[in-house]
C-alpha cells in the first residue's frame, strides 16, 4: 500500500501537469481527486488491520511490529533497499498530510492563474516527498525523499510567490540544502562504521544501537539534529522561515507549515534521538534551551511584524519550541505533548495561513495596518480569525492546549526552571495573537470597504479545521491511543537517561 | 445523562444555535433563546439545590475521560458539593435575571446576537469552573470565561479603546494564570494527579504543615487567583474593564468572573492549610487591595469605575476571609456581593441607558424623582455594599471581621484594616448615591426603564435585602470553624462604622457641612486626590516597567537579528568571490603566468620532500 500511495501521488502530479493543456481548471480537480484517492486508500487499508496490531508496542528493530512494513531490493551492493514501515506514529502524520494537503488545494482554489497544472503538479510532489518522509525505513531512501521534498517546495516559492520570491525561495533552499547535506555525512558514516566487518546496511533497523560513542557520535548526532532542527525550526536555524512563508502562495505557506515542518519534528523523534541516544541526551539541556528561547523570541518577534503571513510564521517559530522541549524532556506526558502540538499547530496554523492568503486575495495586500474593523466588512471571517487566535494562544478545549499544557507538564519533571521560562510563551502567544486580531478584525471599520466574506467552500475549510481543533481539544484519546505503542517501543532505547530525565512524574518512567 | 450535565449543556447549545445562525437569527428568537436557556439551567440548579438540601449527597458525574497519558488521567467530570452549589446558583440565578435585563438593555445593538453567544459561552464556562471534579477541567473553564471577558469588553470593537482594554483584561490575568499553571504541573508531579479531593487528601500524606512545596504550590495557585480577582498586584485590568456593556459587567466582573479566584482558594482550601505563609499572604493581600482599591474609589468620577474598584475592595475583603480561615464566610460575602454588586451595576446601567450613554457622576443628579425604581434599586445596593444593618452585606461583612479580629498576633490589625476599609466603603458608596440622586438634575432621562429592566432589579432588590439569612450547605465543605467569643465592644464598632461613614457622606455631598473643595484646597491634598485618581500610578508603573520595555525590544528586534550572522556568511562569501574573481580575467598571459608559476612551487615542494 505505502508504495503505492506514494506512486499515486506522483502519477497525479503528472496528469494534473498534463491537463491543463485540455482545461486550466482541470488540475485542481485532479489534485484533490487524487489527495482523497490517497486517502481512501489509506482509510481502506488500516481498516483491514486487525484492531489489537494497533495496540501492540512497535519495538522499531523487529519487522513484525510494525502496522505495515515492505522491502525490496534496491542496491543491493550497499545495503540500500525500497524499505518502508507504518505505525501509529506515521499514520497520524500521514492523515494529516492528506488532509492538509487537501486544505492546501482548496485555499488556493481561485489564487492561481499562471500554470495552473505545474503549480498543482508541484503541490502533489510536495506531498509525495513528505509522505516518503513519514515512511522510509531505510535512511538512503529516507534522505532521498527528504531532498524530494524540497524541490518542488523550492519551486512553489520560486514561481507563484509574492513580490520578494525569489530571495525567499533561495534562502529556504540553501538553509535546507546545506543542512541536508550535513544529515548526507552523518548517515554514511552511521552506516558504515555501524557495519563493522559485515555488510553496509543503511536499514533504521540495523542501525539502531549502533551509533558511535563519544565525541563522533556527538558530531554524528549533530548532522542529524541540524537538519530536523533547520526544518523545525528551532532557534537560531529559524530566520529562512518568515521570508519563505510570507512569499509563498497560500497553499505553500499550508503545506510549509503545516506539513514540512512536521518532518523536521517527525525526524528528530523517529531518527535523531534514538539512533543516538546517549548523545542525544548529554545534548537534551541544549537542545532544550533552544526550545525555550525559540518560544520567547519566536513572540516576541511576532508582536512587532505588521505583515499578517510574517506574524503567523513567527507564531510557528514559537510554537514549534514546545515540540523542541517536548521531545528532548523525553517522557510520556512531555511526548505525547509534542506529538499533539504537530498535529493541532498544523491545523490552526494552516487555517491563519488560509486567512491570511484569503485576505491577501481580496485586499492585494498583507500589511496589517492597512486593515482594521474587517469583521464589519465580513463576520464570517473574523469569527473564524478569532476562533484560530485563541487556538494560537493555548485555549483549553482545544488541542493547541492539549499540547503545550502536557509538554510543559512533563519538561516539570525534568527541570521545573526550564518550565517556568517556557511559560512566559503562553503569556506572549497572548499578546501577539490579540494584536493579529486588533490590526486586522477589530477597531475602526472602513464601512466603504467591499470584502467578500468566506463562501462556502472556505467556510467548509474551516469549520473542518475547526472541529478538528475541537475534537483534539476535548477527546484527544485516539491520538494517544495511536502513538503509545511506538513510544513505548521507542523509549526504552534511551537507557542512560540521567536521574533528574526519570523524575518522578507518573508514566514518566522511561 | 442526568440534570447535572443539563446545567452547563443549555446555554452551551445555545450559544451554538446562535453561532450556527451567523447573526442572520432575528433579534426576538435570540434574545429568548440566550435568555431562556439559563433560565432553564437556573431551573436545572434549583431543583438540584432542593434534593442537595434534603439529603446532602455530594454527586460526581463522569462524562468521559478527557484523556489518559501514563497515569495522568483528567476527565471530565463533575464534582457538586455544597460550594458548588453556592456558586452554580449565583452564576445561573444572578445570570439569568442579567440575561433578561440584557434583552432590553442591548436591544437596539446590531449585534445583540453575538453578544447573547458570548455571554451564553460565559456562563457555561463559569459552571464547567465551578463543577469541575479537577483542577485541568477547572482551568478550561478559567480560560473560558477569561476569554469570554476579552470578548465582552471588546465588543464595541470599532473603538480602539475597547480592544485595548479587552487584550489589557486578558494580558494581565493571564500573568497570574501562567502562575497558576506552574502550579498545576508542581502538584501533578508531585501529588500524582490533579482530582481536587484524591489530591488534597495526597497533600495531607506527603506534606507537613509549613513545608516548601505546599507553599509553593499554593503561591502559584495564588498567582491565578489574584489575576482573575484582580487582587493587587494584577488588579489594574478590572477598571478598564468597564468599558464592555454594562450588563457583562455586572455579571463577570462582578457578580461571577472576579470572585473565581476566592473559589479557587475555597476549592483547594486543603493545600491552603498546609501553607500557612501562603494564608497570611493572602489575608495581606487582601487587606492591601481593600484599602488602596477603597481610596481610589473615593477619587473617581465615572460611576462605573467607581463600581469597580468597589468591586476590587470587596473581594479583598473575601481574600481577608480566606487569609484567615474563614472560608465559608469568604463564600458568604462572594454570594451576597454577587446580589448587592449585580443590582448595583444593573442600576447603573439603567442610570447610563436612560441618560443617553452619561458616565460622569457630575453630570448626572436629582434623578431620585425621575428614575424612582434606580433610585430604590441604588439605594439598597449602596446599604447593603456600606454594610448598613440588617442588609445582607452587613451579615457577610461583620462575620469577617470577627474571624479576623479572633486570630491571633496579626487579628487585631487585619480587623482595625479592615474596618477602615468598611469606612472608606460607606463614605464612597453614598457619596455616588447623593450626587447622583439628589441635588439639582443636570441630565433629564429620556426613558424609563422596562418591565424587563425593573424586574431583576427588583428581585436583586429583594436579595440583597435577605441574602443575609441565607444559611448556606457548606457544614460539610470546610473544617468547622472554631468558636471564638468576640466581645461586644468590637461587635458595636463594627457595626457603628458603616453609619459613620454614612454620616461622613452626608456631611461632605449632601449637607454641604464639610466642602470638599476645601479639603483639597492645598497642593498637598489636591495632589493625593490626583493620586488616588489615577489608581496610585500603578498603570503607569506598569507602563514602565513592562509595557514599553516590551514594545521597545519588540520594536528593535523587528527586522530578526539573528539574520545578521547568515548575512555576514553571505557577506563573507562575496567578499572572497570578488577577491578571487580577479584570478580569472581571460588573459592567455595570466593564466600563463600563473600556470608557470604554480607548476614551479609544485617542483619546488617535491624537490624538498625527495629523500
Known amino acids: ?510 | 445523562m442526568n440534570t447535572i450535565a443539563l446545567i452547563p449543556l443549555f446555554p452551551l447549545l445555545s450559544a451554538t444555535l446562535l453561532i450556527m445562525s451567523a447573526g442572520r437569527m432575528p433579534r426576538h428568537i435570540a434574545a429568548t433563546i440566550g435568555a431562556g436557556s439559563v433560565g432553564l439551567s437556573a431551573i436545572c440548579v434549583a431543583l438540584l439545590a432542593r434534593d442537595f438540601l434534603a439529603d446532602g449527597q455530594v454527586l460526581e458525574l463522569t462524562l468521559w475521560t478527557w484523556m489518559s497519558v501514563g497515569d495522568f488521567a483528567p476527565r471530565i467530570a463533575f464534582y457538586i458539593d455544597g460550594l458548588s452549589i453556592v456558586m452554580m446558583s449565583v452564576i445561573t440565578g444572578v445570570g439569568f435575571l442579567i440575561h433578561l435585563y440584557s434583552i432590553e438593555f442591548m436591544w437596539e445593538d446590531e449585534s445583540i446576537c453575538r453578544y447573547f453567544t458570548y455571554m451564553n459561552l460565559f456562563v457555561a464556562a463559569m459552571l464547567l469552573l465551578v463543577m469541575a471534579d479537577n483542577l485541568l477541567l477547572l482551568y478550561l473553564g478559567w480560560e473560558g470565561v477569561g476569554v469570554c471577558s476579552y470578548l465582552l469588553v471588546g465588543f464595541w470593537y470599532k473603538d480602539s479603546a475597547n480592544g485595548a482594554a479587552a487584550r489589557k483584561a486578558f494580558i494581565v490575568t493571564r500573568i497570574g494564570d501562567t502562575a497558576m499553571a506552574l502550579g498545576l504541573f508542581l502538584l501533578l508531579t508531585e501529588l500524582g494527579t490533579l482530582d481536587i479531593q484524591p489530591m488534597m487528601i495526597a497533600a495531607n500524606s506527603q506534606w507537613q504543615t509549613g513545608d516548601a512545596l505546599p507553599v509553593l504550590a499554593t503561591a502559584l495557585l495564588l498567582g491565578g487567583a489574584v489575576g482573575k480577582s484582580a487582587q493587587l498586584p494584577l488588579h489594574t485590568w478590572l477598571p478598564d474593564a468597564m468599558a464592555g456593556p454594562t450588563p457583562v459587567s455586572a455579571l463577570i466582573h462582578a457578580a461571577t468572573m472576579v470572585t473565581a479566584g476566592v473559589y479557587l482558594i475555597a476549592r483547594t482550601y486543603g493545600l491552603f492549610l498546609l501553607a500557612p505563609p501562603t494564608m497570611e499572604a493572602v489575608a495581606w493581600i487582601g487587606l492591601a487591595t481593600l484599602l488602596i482599591a477603597g481610596f481610589t474609589a473615593l477619587a473617581q468620577n465615572d460611576i462605573k469605575r467607581i463600581l469597580a474598584y468597589s468591586t476590587i475592595s470587596q473581594i479583598g475583603y473575601m481574600f481577608l476571609a480566606l487569609g484567615v480561615g474563614a472560608f465559608a464566610s469568604g463564600i458568604f460575602h462572594l454570594m451576597t456581593h454577587a446580589f448587592f454588586k449585580a443590582l448595583l451595576f444593573l442600576a447603573a446601567g439603567a442610570v447610563i441607558h436612560c441618560l443617553h450613554h452619561e458616565h460622569n457622576i457630575f453630570r448626572m443628579g436629582g434623578l431620585r424623582t425621575r428614575l424612582p425604581i434606580v433610585f430604590l434599586s441604588f439605594f439598597i445596593g449602596s446599604a447593603a455594599l456600606a454594610a448598613l444593618p440588617f442588609t445582607s452585606g452587613f451579615y457577610s461583612k461583620d462575620a469577617i471581621l470577627l474571624s479576623a479580629w479572633a486570630l491571633e498576633d496579626i487579628g487585631p490589625w487585619l480587623w482595625a484594616g479592615g474596618l477602615l476599609g468598611a469606612l472608606l466603603t460607606s463614605i464612597y458608596s453614598f457619596r455616588l448615591v447623593f450626587i447622583v440622586f439628589f441635588g439639582e438634575a443636570k441630565t433629564e432621562p429620556d426613558r424609563q426603564p422596562g418591565w424587563k429592566m425593573a424586574g431583576p432589579l427588583l428581585l436583586l432588590c429583594l436579595l440583597s435585602l435577605v441574602g443575609g439569612w441565607f444559611a448556606l450547605p457548606l457544614a460539610g465543605v470546610f473544617p468547622a470553624a472554631a468558636e471564638h467569643t468576640v466581645n461586644h465592644a468590637v461587635e458595636w464598632i463594627s457595626i457603628g462604622t458603616p453609619l459613620l461613614g454614612l454620616l461622613l457622606a452626608y456631611l461632605m455631598f449632601l449637607g454641604g457641612q464639610l466642602s470638599v473643595d476645601k479639603m483639597v484646597a492645598s497642593s498637598g491634598a489636591r495632589a493625593l486626590r490626583d493620586f488616588w485618581f489615577s489608581g496610585w500610578r500603578i498603570d503607569q508603573l506598569y507602563d514602565v516597567l513592562w509595557v514599553t520595555p516590551y514594545k521597545k525590544i519588540s520594536y528593535w528586534m523587528r527586522n530578526e537579528p539573528v539574520d545578521a550572522i547568515y548575512n555576514g556568511i553571505v557577506a563573507a562569501n562575496q567578499w572572497a568571490h570578488h577577491r578571487l574573481l580577479v584570478l580569472q580575467n581571460g588573459e592567455l598571459r595570466w593564466y600563463a603566468t600563473t600556470m608557470v608559476v604554480g607548476l614551479i612551487l609544485l617542483l619546488a615542494v617535491m624537490l624538498r620532500n625527495a629523500p
Open chain 1, 1 to 510: 500500500m505505502m508504495l503505492e500511495l506514494i506512486m499515486l501521488l506522483l502519477a497525479g502530479g503528472v496528469v494534473a501537469w498534463q491537463s491543463e493543456r485540455f482545461n486550466p481548471n482541470l488540475p485542481r480537480w485532479i489534485a484533490m481527486a487524487t489527495v482523497i484517492l490517497g486517502m481512501l486508500l489509506l482509510l481502506s487499508t488500516i481498516s483491514g488491520i486487525p484492531a489489537d496490531t494497533f495496540n501492540m508496542v512497535t519495538e522499531p528493530s523487529k519487522a513484525e511490529n510494525w502496522l505495515l512494513y515492505s522491502r525490496h531490493e534496491w542496491i543491493p551492493r550497499f545495503g540500500i533497499s525500497l524499505e518502508l514501515g507504518m505505525d501509529g506514529l506515521s499514520l497520524l502524520m500521514l492523515i494529516l498530510t492528506l488532509a492538509l494537503g487537501a486544505i492546501a488545494i482548496v485555499s488556493s482554489w481561485n489564487e492561481i492563474e499562471f500554470n495552473p497544472g505545474l503549480f498543482q503538479a508541484n503541490l502533489l510532489w510536495t506531498l509525495t516527498g513528505v509522505i516518503g518522509v513519514f515512511l522510509a525505513l531505510d535512511l538512503f531512501l529516507f534522505f532521498l525523499f527528504w531532498e524530494v521534498m524540497l524541490i518542488p517546495m523550492y519551486l512553489l516559492i520560486a514561481i507563484w510567490g509574492h513580490e520578494n520570491r525569489g530571495y525567499a525561495a533561495m534562502k529556504f533552499f540553501i538553509f535546507t540544502q546545506v543542512s541536508g547535506l550535513l544529515m548526507l555525512l552523518s548517515i554514511i558514516v552511521l552506516a558504515v562504521q555501524g557495519a563493522g566487518d559485515g555488510d553496509i546496511s543503511f536499514s533504521y533497523g540495523d542501525l539502531l544501537g549502533s551509533a558511535p560513542t563519544g565525541k563522533a557520535g556527538m558530531l554524528t548526532m549533530l548532522g542529524f539534529f541540524l537538519a530536523f532542527t533547520v526544518k523545525l525550526p528551532g532557534f537560531p536555524f529559524h530566520t529562512w522561515l518568515p521570508d519563505a512563508h510570507t512569499q509563498a502562495p497560500t497553499a505553500g505557506s499550508v503545506l510549509l507549515a503545516g506539513i514540512l515542518l512536521k518532518t523536521g519534528a517527525y525526524g528528530l523523534l523517529r531518527f535523531c534521538i534514538p539512533l543516538f541516544p546517549e548523545a542525544s541526551m548529554q545534548f537534551a539541556p541544549i537542545a532544550m534551551t533552544l526550545g525555550t528561547v525559540g518560544i520567547i523570541y519566536g513572540a516576541v518577534l511576532a508582536f512587532a511584524q505588521s505583515d499578517f503571513k510574517r506574524l503567523v510564521a513567527y507564531s510557528s517559530v514559537s510554537h514549534m519550541g514546545f515540540v523542541l522541549l517536548g521531545l528532548y524532556a523525553w517522557n510520556s506526558l512531555a511526548l505525547q505533548g509534542a506529538i499533539m502540538q504537530m498535529v493541532a499547530h498544523g491545523v490552526s496554523t494552516a487555517a491563519l495561513f488560509m486567512m491570511a492568503g484569503a485576505l491577501q486575495h481580496r485586499l492585494h495586500t498583507r500589511d496589517m495596518n492597512r486593515m482594521g474593523g474587517l469583521w464589519y466588512n465580513a463576520p464570517r471571517m473574523g469569527a473564524c480569525a478569532m476562533f484560530f487566535a485563541v487556538a494560537s494562544l493555548g485555549l483549553p478545549g482545544m488541542g493547541n492546549f492539549v499540547a503545550e499544557f502536557l509538554v510543559l507538564a512533563g519538561l516539570f519533571a525534568v527541570s521545573p526552571w526550564m518550565t517556568a521560562a517556557a511559560a512566559i510563551g503562553l503569556i506572549t502567544a497572548a499578546i501577539y495573537s490579540l494584536w493579529l486580531m486588533q490590526k486586522t478584525f477589530q477597531g475602526k471599520p472602513d464601512e466603504e470597504r467591499k470584502l467578500q466574506d468566506f463562501d462556502r467552500r472556505e467556510m467548509g475549510a474551516m469549520v473542518i479545521m475547526m472541529a478538528a481543533l475541537l475534537w483534539l481539544g476535548l477527546y484527544p484519546q485516539p491520538v494517544f491511543d495511536l502513538t503509545q505503542p511506538v513510544l513505548e517501543g521507542l523509549q526504552p532505547l534511551i537507557v542512560n537517561v540521567p536521574e533528574t530525565l526519570a523524575g518522578n512524574i507518573p508514566g514518566g518512567t522511561p
